[in-house]
């Protein structure tokens, strides 16, 4: 989506889950779907296009029937210090969790693509904390 | 920690689980340090060797109070198609995770030394699937 | 595997559909297998290093039931005029290909996991072609 | 071939395969074209405008007899989870593939100028599958 | 921020401290804003472009509540001679500031967010000398 | 200095800045020696090498008059969390150091060979802080 | 082949092309081999183990028939002025070449495999030259 | 040269070395002065222009005696095909070549600049071949 | 410096040493100037304009006092032959200067701000030679 | 050359200098013939092996008569300080120099081959200064 599209969302106030709910989606979804992460059907597109107040002709044209996301964007490694703590926890950790994943699921992967992120803030005394969840389908290798 | 290490858990068959559970640390970070990417104390450090079976002696002059975990391995973009799938979550979604972050935690930081790693099998009707945790403490930016 | 194991399959001058028949898997996923891409059962290990002529106690030690397979190879891009080849045909067709994918899948993706490759050898009176397949299983992105 | 071809045929809502069809080459190749990896022939881009209902002078202009293609586009490794597939294919499986191609095939090289490349929907009780193939016109080397 | 605001600082002849006084803010922290590294409150933007001779509607726009910084410019290593020595005191010096921070404050981090920075001039008969202070938190890793 | 040295330290229970008192030499430079990154002369190594119980002739044939350090160590962007911490300060205060530092000394560059490099411990109520300063000679570009 | 059989040849005296006279091959072709670049016959291996005085068993069990080249090496740009001013020329040339290959030939390419490499001095009253030459074997784009 | 000249030549339906034999120059030499590699002397830029029907004034202030070829364009390593089997040419002969290179003129170098580049078509029953010729002259290092 | 300022010293038909001489200042330093690489004073802008036939107001706001130069510029490793030829310098006698200017001048670093820049053209019977000249302060590390 | 050898000279306590003038030879051609960027004559290396008191035989299968250097080492760009403010002078001058280089000799380029390269100390009441001189052969690109 074009950063004409996010600066509308900005001027109407609206939070990414807010947009969610009116449309039956998911918030990271959502949010993916504004940096052109993810796809809109024509009917999402329609209800979007409505609440930030931007023509619906324009938006199909661009974001219709015929578009597919290219996904992956931004620099790697990210310099970014708060994308940057994501691909960090990949850069320590990710030797570890492939340990376990392999542990407790064997020789497999899990999908991307059916895979749900979640956001969310879990108060807690000593300051709020951010609880960032990846749900994957798994597959184990089949090749025969 | 050396390979050498590593094959000795293999040999046990202990899971990163049992071992944490013996030393009352997590798997993750059990998992971590076995890949040298956290440090065991060195109460830990003897509880680990009794269990693997290896000198207490030689561990502790490599792994004792004087050595730091020099942090993050592999290669980057990850070959391995697992930590790769880790990976492209921060490529396809990390703007987005960035955005919902800054929508309800104002411009901070998660921070990632004080971060709760946990990978978890959550049963599915059409397959298990892979859950993966990162509980981040947060912070915003004051600099004045 | 170790170079060891791949000499000793020179000697024997075994095809990797020779071994492949005798363990009753594909003969991609062998020669994968042989340079570390793939993981063999136990009883896979036991029959290969027979056939081999090598110890089955040693191939266990290091490639048993706790191995697992630390995918992704060589350098990218690739320097050998066969592999760049591969590699080509997606620096050029990259695009195409994801474009016509889209228009007959949807929005989604392919498994490298739940993928079978094959080569063959095509008879053609202009010479013989190498006949390359890979078949994936597909998804829909489904994030809701 | 400019965005502009590519949303005049998003509007016409004709497929590859079908422009494919009507001036008689492959379905991939011409999408290839599509995204400046082919080239049309003079009749071939008469054809394609009028059926996209584009100018023919201005096609003409830009892609007619003079023009060659630069081939290669997009950024390497792929950020695009979809060309990532395919580029992972390689990176697992390039060495195991080589070793197969050799052993059919001897010490040579298979084209990438004469190979065909399709894409097919495989139906399957599980899920439809997708079929990729490239066949390739095989060489030895001759170097004497 | 833009190129716009930069010049119209240039225009007033204010050094960053003067400004940074006006709104009760750092020195260096200022200056990072004007490079779009951090974030005015609306109040502070309302303020500075004041000082400015700058649109405060135009400002608000871009900068206001809704926009949140996209961290980390510029090409890395720098290819500026003076950014180079600060990346240089991290390439040569790295490993014994590591080391020194470890003996002192344990296995933990220091945070990039929790952290001011400073740039003094210290008189010295020599020569004038350039004194930049980093003054962080610090963590320690707690994984349990 | 070899990694022989590195843990011949750790077995004394030495900090650096009990090395450096003992020689008059300063902790981050002493570190930064251990490292390869700077250079004992004869007297000092002669000293070390006692106080650590190491040969005082190794070390002379290795690292005596004849030896210059070959400075600069380690994967840039680095991969160690803490030493990344450091290098972020680059990355996203660059500009804005840069900016002030021309501000208050003119069109010039600062030294890093001439740069003093402390690292101490400042008390905080609300959790130590880690005070890391560069104290560089500046230096105006005179080029006639 | 290994340093072993480069410096074998240093010691008998023997050029490239009289080994490559004495096997009936090219002499760019032996030097390649030579370098890991290409591949002898059991036969021609057998003979250049005689011509060099070293043990025929080691070099076949080496380099014999199951033994496959892996192309290409050394560091790219290369560092080397030699090969670095082979690399300039399809830098500096890269694109004249293509335009006039495509002018004579159409939308194809040449064959690297098919391809014959020559090196010869060309007796200059200034100086002698290096003529080097690349004859390929040429393929038009058919995708149909 | 901007691809306004491209395209103008496209329109004439010149030959590169029908362009060359207009103003007494090489085939590729042209070629490479139109892709900005090269330099026209004013006499050689009006009597393109001409042959072009380009204005003369525009190309005199954009091209004339004060412009200087900054040399080397496009990605590196190439991802147009054509122009990667002349790079990996270099890939996979450069130290045979090289070897060759000293074994017939010492330890020395070809010149880039003192340099011959031809493309000439050699008819061949089985297909025409590309003929691809470097004639550089040669220097000893003499360094004395 | 915009390339309008690079364009009017080519229609001035000025050398760069003429510049120089007419402001004072070093022909290096002044083609430095005119890429960007320094900054002229006040004064030395009101000249250069006037010599140039520049309107000095508008370079006044964009050069002025309150602008630094952003130095470093172009890829690295540099794809100009002539450039590429300095930095060839480096890469070749990178080691050997190091070593010598250890042997001469102790464990210090020579300082590139206060360096001094000249390229002279020393004739010679065979042909003239170019001579580059870098006069560099040279400073012990004192770090205590 | 091995550090064997490096370690050699600095036992002798002899400069490059006294090296050279013993065997007739630039200072810095024996300083880079000791990094393995420059040939030793069969002649010189039995002197040089004698200066140092090094085994002639061993020195003459390594280096002798059918051995050439592989130039080019260490990373780029330089993580050294001294070595990349010898890197630091193309960045930043780069361009400058060109452009002085092609004003004073025209279109051609200088030759890394025959160049004569130098380190002096320089007196100075501030401070001894480090002059440092290439003397390049100069070309004119002639191409027809």
Redesign the interface.
């Given at each position: 989506m074009s950063s004409n599209v996010l600066?509308s969302?900005?001027?109407t106030?609206l939070?990414?889950d807010q947009i969610a709910n009116s449309i039956?989606?998911?918030?990271?979804?959502v949010?993916?779907a504004?940096?052109g992460?993810?796809?809109f059907s024509s009917d999402e597109l329609k209800n979007v296009s409505e609440i930030l107040g931007i023509s619906v002709d324009e938006s199909l044209?661009v974001l219709?029937?015929?578009?597919?996301?290219?996904?992956?964007?931004?620099p790697?490694?990210?310099?970014?210090?708060?994308?940057?703590?994501?691909?960090?926890?990949?850069?320590?950790?990710?030797?570890?969790?492939?340990?376990?994943?392999?542990?407790?699921?064997g020789?497999?992967?899990?999908?991307?693509?059916?895979?749900?992120?979640k956001?969310a803030?879990?108060p807690?005394p000593?300051?709020?904390?951010?609880?960032?969840?990846?749900?994957?389908?798994?597959?184990?290798?089949?090749?025969?």
């Open positions: 600066s969302r900005m001027h106030g939070t990414f039956g989606k998911d918030e990271v979804w949010a993916a504004f940096y992460q993810a796809k044209s219709g029937d015929h578009w597919w996301p290219n996904r992956g964007i931004g790697m490694p990210p310099t970014d210090p708060v994308i940057y703590r994501l691909y960090e926890g990949v850069l320590v950790y990710g030797h570890a969790i492939k340990a376990v994943i392999h542990e407790k699921f020789d497999g992967i899990m999908s991307l693509i059916d895979c749900k992120v956001v803030k879990k807690d000593k300051g709020d904390r951010v609880l960032l969840t990846f749900e994957y389908a798994s597959f184990l290798l089949e090749f025969h």
